[in-house]
């Protein structure tokens, strides 16, 4: 009787794939972030809304470099430390709006007084907002990426949330 490899089993081919596959799914969970949106109507600003999606780890990284600068401003105890928490605070909220908000419908006056969207990569269209808008979007953000409230685990759902 001679053995056959199990990969050389003709009829067998596909479906022995697919259970390699879902067993490998099973066994090795994926611990990257699958890009999700989520889309929040605003309570400040009536018909507005805002498409969101979770920081990557990277991105946490660069975010909490910033507040750890400002914490060491704060720690060094000289005379610019204010101003420096105001800088640093105004680039961790920058950060943010730029890589989480993927989509809106959110605009400024143009040029010619018609409505253009506005670009939250540009530091100018983020501080011209409404502050009450401004801070409800905020703390939508804030929400999404508050890692010590978020059960601990990486696992992400069909959904990728």
């Excluded at 479906?15 to 109507?41: F, H, M, N």
């Excluded at 908000?101 to 269209?125: C, M, Q, S, W, Y």
Aim: with cysteine.
């Amino acid at each position: 009787m001679t053995t056959r490899p199990l990969w050389g089993m003709k009829d067998a081919g596909a479906a022995l794939t697919l259970s390699i596959g879902l067993v490998w799914r099973v066994l090795v969970p994926r611990a990257t972030v699958v890009i999700q949106k989520e889309k929040y109507d605003l309570e400040t600003l009536p018909g507005g809304w805002v498409e969101l999606r979770r920081l990557t780890y990277g991105e946490k990284l660069a975010k909490d470099a910033e507040a750890m600068r400002m914490k060491m401003a704060m720690d060094g105890k000289s005379k610019s430390v204010e101003a420096e928490v105001a800088i640093i605070s105004e680039a961790v909220t920058l950060l943010e709006f730029a890589k989480c908000i993927t989509n809106h419908n959110l605009t400024k006056e143009g040029p010619n007084g018609d409505d253009v969207p506005l670009d939250f990569r540009k530091a100018a269209d983020v501080q011209m907002l409404d502050p009450r808008v401004g801070d409800e979007i905020s703390g939508i953000i804030g929400k999404m990426n508050d890692f010590d409230s978020i059960i601990r685990t990486s696992e992400v759902d069909s959904e990728g949330k």
